[in-house]
């Protein structure tokens, strides 16, 4: 009787270790499963972002591309766009940052980023800001407009790619994604 209630007990403790050793893989699965949905909502969640930068981007390449043409001495003027022309561009381009800087504001981060959330809002505050200052000082006279919207945009990048990065992604680029 002793033998029977010893290879009882010990086949119970081997049950209850199979068990609680299927309760751990399960739980390291789903952790998995949901660091997995995380990243493909981080990953259609840039996308989205890239798209609202992508649809405005054209007017303020042309306005940039022309203006930085007007500056360079070694452009031959024939080449150099006319102020008159440059004035047309730098309107068009001073609209599409606005309408961009308005796409930015209408992004909202979805639940499954809760995590990055203030990061993410963040980067969106330096985002618009690099918008912002194309819109706001988008003077011909002064090429230094794009340094300073760039420093925004690189602040943008950095902090984004870190909220990338803390969830297992490799940094991207959003500015290749523009060009």
Do not use: W
């Amino acid at each position: 009787m002793k033998k029977l209630l010893s290879v009882l007990s010990l086949s119970m403790l081997l049950i209850v270790a199979a068990c609680g050793s299927n309760t751990n893989s399960e739980s390291e699965t789903s952790g998995e499963t949901e660091q997995a949905d995380t990243k493909s909502v981080l990953l259609d969640f840039q996308s989205e972002v890239v798209s609202v930068l992508k649809k405005h981007n054209d007017a303020i390449v042309a306005y940039e591309s022309a203006k930085a043409a007007f500056h360079d001495s070694e452009t031959p003027e024939a080449d150099k766009p006319s102020t008159e022309e440059l004035e047309e561009l730098k309107g068009s381009a001073i609209e599409a940052s606005k309408a961009t800087v308005e796409g930015i504001k209408g992004l909202s981060v979805p639940a499954e980023l809760d995590d990055s959330k203030e990061e993410i809002e963040s980067a969106f505050d330096d985002l618009t800001q690099a918008y912002t200052i194309r819109a706001e000082q988008a003077d011909i006279a002064d090429p230094s407009v794009q340094e300073k919207a760039l420093e925004q945009f690189t602040k943008f990048e950095d902090k984004m790619g870190k909220v990338f990065e803390d969830t297992g992604l490799i940094k991207p680029s959003f500015a290749k994604e523009l060009q």
